[in-house]
């Protein structure tokens, strides 16, 4: 689709394709929520191509015929043939976005035949550069989540550390009881120097066995832990907020650029055994860029413009359409 038949059409139905990957699929609601014509989530590709965009279209009718359609898909599940195919089914109409986490060194080859192509991988022409990967965070969200739970941060000593875990990923598995080890031994020194208090979270990828050596190795600074399965997105958010340091696991690119959006320190385990190469590569953008440190044992704060690679996505797709962008 040009820029000339985005411009003269109106607001574009959107489409988020559904993923089980979480961060992947918040990466996709985010920018969705950010554009501001509201969405739709629709199914996976099934294996059966016809059935598949047979239903599409059906669904496409039942919001009539005119609007422009915007499908946002991108890197978990491998979809890139099936979600290129639609442009046989919606011709012009179609404007399909691809936002990449991580890319394999072998790229898919219908990648091309994308529209717009946002990657912290990759440059070209329809390809957005990140610094960091799309999420759902906005400044206001942050706002509001930072008041909801104001009283229960403002009893905590300052300043306040937040610690971030991911774990292992289907091409690296050693986050390991060992590797929890050695990671709480450089929290501790940071801890020991800075006071305050120290949270700590998890994510899906979390081995317990090594969540459970890193809080004992942790234990004397009484560190308050939540369970993100447990807890409200809007408490992990309130924790963003209010914290005054992040300390992250390189592995979960999500949770790292959520923490340099705030614009708050941010520190970053990189340790080989623990993290894909790829994952090393996106980090040192944010290196690169002044959002992020590596771990080591100690700290001192620096301050940076954080980045925020979700605008940079609605930025440039309200490029096309021919409009300002909506405010975060």
Known sequence: ???????????????????????????????????????????????????????????????????????????????????????????????????????????????????????????????????GVPHQLTQAGLAAAYRQHAGYFSQLPKPITALLVGGNTRYCDGFSQDHARKLAGRVAQIANTLGGSLMVTNSRRTPADALTVMLAELSRFNPQFFDWQQADADFYHALLAHADLFIVTGDSLSMCSEAAFTGKPLLVDLSANATECFHREIVRRLIDHGAAKLLTGSFEPWRYTPPDPTGAVVTAIYGRLGQAPALA
């Open 1 to 131: 689709m040009t820029n000339e038949d985005l411009s003269k059409q109106s607001e574009p139905l959107v489409w988020v394709v559904d993923s089980a990957y979480t961060g992947e699929l918040h990466a996709r609601i985010g920018l969705a929520e950010r554009l501001g014509f509201g969405y739709q989530t629709i199914p996976l590709p099934n294996g059966d191509a016809a059935g598949y965009q047979q239903a599409l279209k059906h669904q496409y009718h039942a919001n009539g015929d005119a609007s422009p359609l915007l499908i946002i898909s991108g890197t978990g599940e491998e979809t890139t043939a099936e979600i290129a195919d639609l442009r046989q089914v919606f011709k012009e109409r179609l404007f399909n976005v691809y936002l990449a986490s991580i890319l394999p060194e072998q790229r898919h080859p219908r990648l091309q035949e994308y529209d717009l192509i946002a990657s912290p991988q990759l440059t070209g022409d329809n390809i957005v550069t990140l610094t």
